[in-house]
């Protein structure tokens, strides 16, 4: 089968270093991997689109709720001190981007990228108003006519709607998705999350509709460095040279091997198919996101042709060089027990985390005060914490300060879950011998349950 | 029949962006992840209501929002400075003239 290439955008080619970007027109193939990055696409937006609304518990079950500064996931409350989990977890999703890396390649970036995620759904809507390549070749050349223009308007209308309600769902993560979906509707959405909801519907318009792959070749940081955790033993997208060339197109029939032909009949189909636009015969490049839409292409052809599949496939330097794989190996291994020790720690961390915190701030007007019964009083604020799942009360004690009273603004302070109640604090004591600062601790402790305590250490002026 | 010299697509792939156009873009990309990093390192360790109260709540800050908002394009801004400045000095850099390794210089793959 020989596509002739008959593309209209032949003469626009002025190479010079300034010219712009040309648009590249992926062709559409249909075939296995096709069929799994569509399944990939369901999959995560679905997750994306669909967890926002999940609730648990009475809350929305994920909420990073920016104005009260509480973070809920799945029924455990984050605050803003707990920051260090976060970091954690970013430390552990950077791991295994490079474990997965050095095992399959990019697999991130052909399956996983909200990039090409979001591009392919784009480009999904962009065929369904414009039609196929060639038609979309031939429609942004030919003149603005009624039925290019309703085509484009229906495409941008898919686009900006899509663009919209994505930036939507994302602020649904940050301020409670379905208050924002009533204010929305009534439209008395606050100024900023109006804002973020354009500007991360803009983002995803320019990055999924506009900028497509130069994304991925001209900003993606990991596209440059994803090469450091390659090695022979890395799963990439290859084309067999050997048995590929010489490459050229042969009549059907004829025994093209008598004349000294590889199987790649050049039909340039896999370059049509390529989402960066470039040619995999050239060996890996940096460009290739491994989308396999190389494969499923070439593949149809080698079907067509009663050749065997796989004349570009996912192979390995190795194996390409006919060597055995190894997917254990030291660069494999270390980033795994690196990564297992991470998660472990992680999980042993979250369900070991105190749920109940303490901070004390001493009052900043005056050291200390002396009362009429020869009493020395200290005054503090205190905030305690409830980061457990149920309501509780807690009572204040004080430690290392053998004869201190205190009096604090409730005997017994409530805290509900997830919340942190503030109360001033007198703490009284006979004057001590030593005036001056001296080291207590205040203590608070849950009154149904003793055991969720915990104490913080601050300090005490008595007259000299 | 085709032929490889008449084929637009592998001539569409080398296309480069211009200099000017891929500074920008990866200046503002950039900046905007470190400006995204700093934003949440900064208010995980500082409530914007605090600052609220420090600067005895100016109209310019009404909101924890705002607050946000504005630390955003405060650490966005100064990020994308930094980065113009880098980008710049690479550019002119006399070395990258002088090889021809500078973007400029550079064949397309």
């Known amino acids: 089968m020989n596509t002739s290439i008959n593309d209209q955008n032949n003469n626009n080619n002025?190479?010079?270093?300034?010219a712009a970007?040309?648009?590249?027109?992926?062709?559409?193939?249909?075939?296995?991997?096709?069929?799994?990055?569509?399944?990939?696409?369901?999959?995560?937006?679905?997750?994306?689109?669909?967890?926002?609304?999940?609730?648990?518990n009475g809350h929305q079950a994920i909420l990073f709720d920016l104005p009260a500064r509480k973070f809920y996931v799945f029924g455990m409350t984050f605050l803003p001190q707990d920051f260090f989990f976060l970091t954690w977890l970013l430390v552990i999703a950077a791991l295994t981007l490079f474990f997965v890396t050095a095992v399959a390649g990019r697999l991130w970036c052909g399956y996983a990228c909200p990039q090409t995620v979001w591009t392919d759904v784009f480009v999904w809507m962009e065929r369904l108003a414009e039609g196929?390549?060639?038609?979309?070749?031939?429609?942004?050349?030919?003149?603005?006519?009624?039925?290019?223009?309703?085509?484009k308007t229906f495409k941008q209308a898919m686009w900006i709607s899509f663009s919209l309600y994505t930036g939507f769902t994302f602020v649904g993560y940050f301020t409670p998705i379905r208050q924002l979906f009533n204010e929305l509707m009534s439209f008395s959405t606050g100024p900023w999350e109006t804002f973020w909801v354009f500007f991360y519907g803009f983002a995803t318009y320019g990055n999924a509709g506009f900028l497509r792959e130069q994304v991925c070749k001209?900003?993606?940081?990991?596209?440059?460095?994803?090469?450091?955790?390659?090695?022979?033993?890395?799963?990439?997208?290859?084309?067999?040279?050997?048995?590929?060339?010489?490459?050229?197109s042969r009549g059907r029939g004829l025994d093209y091997k008598a004349e000294g032909l590889g199987d790649c009949i050049d039909c340039t189909l896999c370059v049509q198919a390529c989402p960066t636009g470039i040619d995999?015969?050239?060996?890996?490049?940096?460009?290739?996101?491994?989308?396999?839409?190389c494969i499923d292409a070439c593949d149809a052809v080698m079907d067509k042709m009663n050749y065997p599949r796989g004349l570009v496939r996912y192979s390995t330097q190795a194996a390409i060089e006919g060597n055995a794989p190894h997917v254990l190996r030291p660069r494999t291994l270390i980033y795994a027990s690196l990564l297992l020790l991470l998660i472990g720690g992680f999980a042993y961390a979250i369900t070991h985390r105190d749920l109940v915190q303490l901070d004390v701030l001493r009052d900043r007007k005056s050291l200390y005060r002396e009362l009429s019964n020869g009493h020395v009083e200290n005054v503090y604020t205190v905030h305690i914490i409830n980061k457990d799942t149920?309501?509780?009360?807690?009572?204040?004690?004080?430690?290392?300060?053998?004869?201190?009273?205190?009096?604090?603004?409730?005997?017994?302070?409530?805290?509900?879950?997830?919340?942190?109640?503030?109360?001033?604090?007198?703490?009284n004591s006979l004057p001590l011998e030593q005036g001056g600062g001296h080291d207590i601790r205040i203590v608070v402790t849950a009154i149904d349950t003793p055991q969720l305590q915990t104490d913080s250490k601050t300090r005490f002026f008595s007259p000299d | 029949m085709n032929s490889t010299?008449?084929?637009?697509?592998?001539?569409?792939?080398?296309?480069?962006?211009?200099?000017?156009?891929?500074?920008v873009a990866v200046v503002t990309w950039s900046s905007f992840l470190v400006a995204c990093i700093a934003t949440m390192l900064f208010f995980a360790l500082i409530d914007p209501d605090y600052l609220i109260d420090v600067l005895n709540h100016p109209r310019w800050l009404p909101s924890r929002m705002a607050?946000?908002?504005?630390?955003?394009?405060?650490?966005?801004?100064?990020?994308?400075?930094?980065?113009?400045?880098?980008?710049?000095?690479?550019?002119?850099?006399?070395e990258h003239f002088r090889s021809g390794s500078g973007r400029s210089g550079q064949d397309a793959p």
């Open chain 1, 280 to 293: 995999i015969r050239k060996g890996l490049q940096y460009e290739c996101i491994a989308c396999a839409a």
């Open chain 1, 14 to 18: 002025d190479d010079s270093l300034y």
């Open chain 1, 21 to 56: 970007h040309q648009k590249i027109y992926p062709r559409e193939v249909q075939g296995r991997y096709r069929h799994l990055r569509t399944i990939a696409t369901i999959v995560l937006l679905g997750l994306f689109y669909s967890t926002a609304w999940l609730k648990w």
């Open chain 1, 218 to 248: 001209y900003m993606c940081p990991y596209a440059r460095f994803q090469s450091a955790m390659f090695d022979r033993h890395t799963l990439i997208i290859a084309y067999d040279n050997a048995r590929g060339e010489p490459r050229g």
């Open chain 1, 390 to 427: 149920r309501p509780h009360d807690f009572r204040l004690s004080v430690e290392q300060l053998p004869d201190a009273v205190v009096d604090s603004e409730r005997a017994v302070i409530h805290a509900e879950a997830g919340d942190v109640a503030s109360v001033a604090v007198r703490i």
């Open chain 2, 67 to 94: 607050g946000y908002a504005l630390g955003f394009f405060f650490f966005w801004f100064i990020s994308a400075g930094a980065a113009s400045l880098t980008a710049y000095m690479l550019d002119t850099s006399r």
């Open chain 2, 5 to 23: 010299d008449d084929n637009s697509d592998l001539r569409e792939a080398s296309t480069p962006w211009s200099r000017l156009r891929e500074d």
């Open chain 1, 132 to 151: 196929k390549r060639q038609q979309r070749i031939k429609l942004d050349h030919a003149p603005w006519s009624f039925n290019k223009l309703w085509r």
